[in-house]
């Protein structure tokens, strides 16, 4: 997609109201040029007593009864003004309105279609993603496209209206003196223009320097205990005032810049109104024009100078845009995962694995090889094996997170490529080495991917997690908040409150990826009889360190370097030389009791 | 921590004087550049009322009159004369408000972060350190803005209104009367609407912070998103979130949009008013034609400083909150600070005595002492310890036994409840907290390093040490070698919060800066955990040969690191549990037996499944 047609598909709907805006801000600039005129005539034809010579002014009094009428009864012509200004807000009005309606739809969509891309993404972009960056993005990016939309777009049309239609009619008054007043436009604009374009380095340093006044500032107070072991106060003190002064300065310098530009860009407005009130001068003395036209004159030379110096400074912001939507259009690039194609079959907890070798996109070698084994619907497996052997690589192919590069893998028969990726989700209950909790309360915790649990459901979902008691002892309970604003729990708390979010989902098949490692032995235990007592029939796979958690599986797996070295049950692995042997030896010698070590 | 901590909620409905009244006493301190702005600025408003003076000349004498040409010259210097003073004027008064701006923003925020480095240890732990960098950097930065150039604009505007006021009082003052007739109702719409528009703007800003919020999560949770299938209820929900910013936000453009109109609606009042009555009296001859067109040029001029004004006043009130919690920073006791006396002998934290400072030998005792974070959960009751000078004593429990607490105590991070701590058989609180720091040397598990080169970090334990003794120090930890395989050698940058280097590394150099410092008495908290085999051996060497004759604490979870010290205590619930050298704590069989047997253990299973790095590096 370009940009251009970024900026489109979003314009989509909202055109018809784009063309209302055109329409309001042009029939307000009209308006506005022509209450000087009427101006001009109250104050020219009907109070000075000047004599009317344009045919479409004698017109105009007549429908009041001549000038005579209006003179007689000048509070018609205070309802003139009245009359006109009326029209003037109401156009006012609508053009703020239509600002505001025209910017907030298409920052909503685009913020939903940013969000809904971003969650589709396949799980690879997220394993690399610069969250901050994209962050980033989604925020102040689209915060620049509002900004611009919001009031540049009608102050552009404004600007350039307003200039046009206020030339044509100088032009029509008098050629020689309309073009004296527009001599100075173009170096206005251009001058605003390269000024702006050339403040935008002296933004950033000054930006960048407020950047190292904060990193200085964090690494002191995360550093506090060094600061204060060493007594370095007076130094910190002494390098913060170094980056304060710096920023101070290079904003200062910015703003001194700043305004250099606002007393030029004066120096030329003024100007150009005296080069016109000098010109008109003799103009009117030697009765080119009358003293309305002088009015007019003067009027509109106000009216030009002022937003047409604003236009070299929405030119400037709209290249700022331009690059916010480049930004915005580089994460719309970024290829999203298919969810809702393939089959929707019946998925009963039946897994086969043969000789699947997979590798990652980026990867040189293959993290799995030949991986070929069982499961049986309602079976226990445990998996078993070194860091970096491939476990979670096992599973993650098993829910479709990744795509096997070779061999296949079948779910109660049926071919894994082929299946439904939503489908195969909503069947698979996983739960990861390191979960993610929401800043939401714990029960809305547990039951997001089943909102209709009823609190009941939620507890016992809880206390088969074992954290059922851990939740009763905050304040709230179930209602306790995570995360910033609410309490902040141990990794392991974590991993019982995902364990329980998982379960709550009944479904056939269950993965623990290492999930149980930041809890002891105990509760690991009680989880896994809770477990096997509720779910009868249910597949479980389970990575783990512990032999502890292996050794009641009906299947323990051990990977090594992406292969499956050993295959069997507690027992038989027991009695064959091996990784499993070892580790279970070792584990063996631990002393009761002294597991709660860190 | 961020749990206990809880912001103060902060009341804009009305203005504070009190609070306003501080802030600018401070802001008037700044007499010699507030004098330019002021003068400019006054200059400017008047510059503001001679300009439609000169046009009305320009029509009444050389238009209407047909006046003689040759005062051209003089009308037209005037001009251009008036036209440089303006451009002088709007660049003399931009600069110097900038500079304000930026002086109020500099001294505050020095002045805050002085009060930090006096802050106690127990502030930054109940403070989080996102409210304070918040309050460092935006808190400021809106505050100084407004308080420079709002302020500034208010004067302008008063002026402004007060002069055209008196020119057309005292030019006409039944066609001032005209104009000025709308002013209270102006100024009733106005604060009316700013108000509105004002609280729209905040609820606007609320929900922006809940987007921003969610698409953080959106990202960071993608994996558990993915996992359990939740994309359409993630999508649902955030659609309900930019919904409500849309109609909020339109809202709140609406009422903005109404605003205007109405302001400007009165000042076509006015001039309506002014064409009609003026108009009337022109007519029979009592009005100048001129004076007409100069009032309806006045009162066009005179709205806009008004309307400005209610904007101001709106604005105040929203920087109040900023204004409130930076003061809450500025005014917070400092609970932890040496007597009176001992500063006058020492003197402060920024201002130290160090000629006074007495030498330290090392012997450290704890005297009854009793401790607790909180009151309801005691950490050290009764505790007594004395340590000889030279002795290496070794720190060993489970996470809460009170450990940690131990070392803080001796830093004096905290002090005591009840009891003494003393260092070579004076109690540390008489005398100063730089007396005791300077002596120290502390190395931390998760070394913390300062953005720089690894010169400048080693550097930080003796600041005047040459090139030759950082080095040195670099050396005896064995971190040379690594160092001079970088490219830019000591000048290499360690990057953020030394995030260029690997733990191991950021280690060494933690230790090579405690080294350069000589201090008397070392610290080394869980220093050797999370490093390879290798590394500590390294250091394990260095503590042996660097800290021989120092009295040194050492917390560690690698319990085979600390089988040499000559002391090991094993702290279990605030007591002292088992205390004796490796060999006879583990014919004790006891507590620190089952503790090392595990680990012993523990280790070659994860030399077995490869598992380097520890849980809680992991989760880093």
């Known amino acids: ?598 | 921590m961020s749990e206990h901590f809880e912001e103060q909620e902060f009341n804009t409905d009305h203005l504070d004087t009190h609070l306003w009244r501080r802030i600018l006493k401070h802001f008037f301190s700044y007499k010699k550049d507030l004098t330019i702005i002021f003068v400019s600025m006054i200059s400017m408003a008047i510059i503001d009322i001679i300009f439609p003076f000169l046009n009305k000349t320009a029509i009444d004498f050389f238009v209407l009159a047909n006046g003689d040409l040759k005062q051209l010259q003089p009308f037209g210097i005037a001009y251009i004369v008036l036209i440089i003073l303006q451009a002088m004027v709007v660049y003399v008064f931009i600069r110097f408000t900038g500079k304000i701006e930026m002086q109020f923003a500099y001294d505050i925020r020095n002045q805050a972060f002085r009060k930090l480095q006096e802050q106690s240890f127990a502030y930054f732990d109940k403070t989080p350190q996102g409210w304070i960098m918040a309050r460092l950097t935006s808190d400021i930065g809106r505050l100084a803005d407004i308080v420079s150039w709002s302020i500034i604009d208010l004067v302008w505007g008063l002026t402004l209104i007060l002069g055209v006021s008196t020119v057309m009082l005292v030019v006409n003052w039944k066609l001032a009367l005209m104009v000025l007739v709308v002013v209270p109702f102006l100024a009733y719409i106005s604060i009316i609407f700013q108000k509105k528009i004002l609280n729209r703007y905040r609820l606007t800003r609320k929900i922006n912070s809940k987007i921003t919020a969610a698409y953080s999560e959106g990202i960071l949770g993608a994996k558990t998103t993915k996992t359990m299938g939740l994309e359409s209820k993630q999508s649902h929900d955030f659609k309900a979130l930019t919904q409500d910013m849309k109609s909020q936000s339109v809202k709140a453009a609406i009422l903005s949009a109404a605003f205007m109109p109405m302001v400007m609606g009165l000042g076509a009042f006015s001039s309506a008013m002014l064409i009609w009555l003026g108009g009337q009296e022109v007519l029979v001859g009592t009005l100048a034609f001129g004076t007409l067109v100069l009032f309806t040029q006045y009162a066009a001029q005179f709205f806009e400083p008004l309307r400005q004004i209610a904007r101001l006043l709106a604005e105040f009130q929203m920087a109040q909150a900023s204004a409130e919690r930076v003061l809450s920073l500025l005014n917070a006791d400092i609970d932890l600070v040496d007597r009176a006396d001992v500063i006058a002998r020492y003197g402060s934290i920024l201002d130290p005595k160090e000629a006074e400072y007495e030498a330290i030998r090392g012997d450290v005792s704890f005297e009854h002492v009793d401790f607790y974070y909180k009151k309801e959960e005691p950490v050290l009751t009764d505790f007594s310890l004395d340590v000889f000078a030279g002795q290496t004593i070794a720190l060993v429990g489970e996470t809460g036994s009170g450990k940690s607490t131990i070392v803080n105590l001796i830093c004096r991070f905290y002090e005591p409840k009840a009891g003494h701590i003393k260092v070579d058989g004076i109690d540390i609180q008489d005398r100063s907290l730089g007396w005791l720091h300077s002596n120290l040397g502390y190395v931390l598990q998760a070394p913390h390093l300062f953005s720089g080169s690894i010169m400048e970090n080693i550097r930080y334990g003796k600041l005047s040490a040459t090139e030759e003794e950082v080095i040195e120090a670099a050396k005896r930890v064995s971190a040379h070698d690594f160092i001079i395989q970088m490219e830019e050698g000591y000048q290499s940058d360690v990057g953020e919060g030394g995030g260029r280097l690997s733990t191991g590394q950021k280690q060494l150099i933690s230790f090579a800066r405690a080294i350069l410092a000589n201090p008397s008495i070392f610290i080394l908290d869980e220093a050797s955990s999370s490093i390879d085999t290798e590394t500590e051996h390294i250091i394990q060497t260095a503590i042996e040969s660097v800290l021989k004759d120092k009295t040194t604490f050492i917390i560690a979870h690698r319990l085979s690191t600390i089988v040499n010290a000559d002391r090991i205590l094993l702290i279990d619930k605030g007591r002292i549990a088992e205390d004796g050298t490796h060999s006879s704590l583990m014919r004790l069989k006891g507590q620190y037996y089952r503790l090392y047997t595990n680990q012993f253990n523990e280790e070659r299973q994860n030399e077995l499944l490869n598992i380097k790095e520890s849980n809680e590096q992991r989760q880093l």
């Open chain 1, 1 to 598: 997609m370009t940009i251009n047609q970024l900026f489109m598909k979003y314009l989509k709907g909202l055109r018809l109201r784009m063309a209302s805006l055109f329409v309001v801000v042009i029939s307000y600039v009209s308006l506005t040029l022509i209450s000087p005129l009427l101006f001009a005539f109250l104050i020219d034809n009907v109070i000075n007593g000047a004599s009317i010579d344009a045919s479409w002014l004698i017109w105009y009094s007549n429908l009041f009864g001549g000038v005579e009428s209006i003179r007689n009864h000048l509070w018609l012509a205070a309802l003139m003004i009245i009359g006109v200004n009326l029209i003037i807000f109401v156009l006012m009005y609508f053009r703020g309105h239509l600002n505001g309606v025209i910017s907030e739809r298409f920052v909503e969509r685009l913020r939903n279609d940013l969000f809904d891309h971003l969650q589709l993404m396949p799980y690879h972009s997220h394993v690399n993603a610069k969250s901050g960056d994209l962050i980033q993005r989604c925020t102040s990016d689209v915060d620049t496209i509002r900004r611009f939309l919001a009031g540049q777009v009608s102050e552009l049309v404004y600007a350039i209206s307003i200039a046009s239609i206020a030339m044509f009619i100088l032009l029509q008054i008098n050629l020689r003196l309309a073009l004296i007043a527009m001599i100075t436009l173009p170096i206005l604009v251009l001058f605003a223009y390269f000024f702006f374009k050339r403040m935008q380095a002296m933004f950033k340093a000054s930006d960048e320097a407020e950047g190292e006044l904060s990193t200085v500032l964090q690494e002191n107070l995360s550093g506090t205990r060094v600061v204060k072991a060493f007594n370095r106060e007076v130094h910190e003190l002494a390098k913060f005032d170094v980056k304060n002064r710096n920023y101070k300065n290079l904003t200062y310098k910015l703003i001194e810049l700043l305004g250099m530009y606002w007393a030029t860009s004066d120096l030329i407005v003024l100007t150009q109104i005296f080069i016109v009130v000098i010109f008109g001068i003799f103009a009117a003395q030697n009765g080119e024009i009358t003293v309305g036209q002088f009015f007019v004159f003067l009027s509109y030379e106000s009216m030009i100078l002022w937003p047409i110096r604003n236009v070299g400074r929405i030119l400037s912001d709209l290249g700022k845009m331009l690059v916010s939507l480049k930004r915005l259009n580089e994460i719309f690039d970024e290829s999203i995962e298919d969810l809702a194609s393939g089959d929707v079959v019946d998925v009963k907890g039946d897994i086969v694995f043969d000789h699947v070798r997979f590798q990652y996109p980026d990867g040189h070698e293959p993290v799995l090889r030949d991986v070929s084994f069982t499961i049986k619907k309602g079976e226990t497996v445990a998996i078993l094996g070194p860091t970096g052997s491939g476990k979670s690589s096992l599973v993650h192919l098993l829910t479709r997170l990744y795509e096997y590069t070779d061999g296949s893998i079948q779910l109660n028969g049926h071919e894994l490529r082929t299946i439904q990726k939503a489908h195969i989700r909503q069947n698979i209950g996983i739960v990861l080495q390191e979960p993610f909790l929401f800043s939401k309360t714990i029960l809305e915790n547990i039951r997001v991917a089943k909102p209709n649990a009823d609190e009941n459901e939620v507890k016992r979902a809880a206390e088969m997690a074992s954290v059922n008691r851990v939740i009763h002892e905050f304040d709230l309970g179930y209602r306790t908040l995570v995360g910033e604003k609410g309490v902040t729990l141990s990794g392991g708390q974590k991993q019982r409150i995902a364990i329980a979010r998982t379960i709550l989902s009944d479904t056939p098949i269950l993965i623990f990826d290492d999930s149980l490692s930041a809890v002891d032995a105990h509760t690991d235990e009680r989880i896994r009889t809770a477990l096997k007592d509720r779910a009868q029939g249910v597949t479980t796979l389970i990575i783990t360190h512990r032999i502890l958690s292996a050794m009641q599986a009906d299947k323990i797996i051990v990977l090594e370097n992406g292969v499956i070295s050993q295959l069997g049950t507690h027992q038989s692995l027991l009695e064959e030389e091996g990784l499993y042997k070892r580790i279970a030896w070792i584990q063996n010698q631990m002393i009761e009791g002294g597991d709660s070590l860190e």
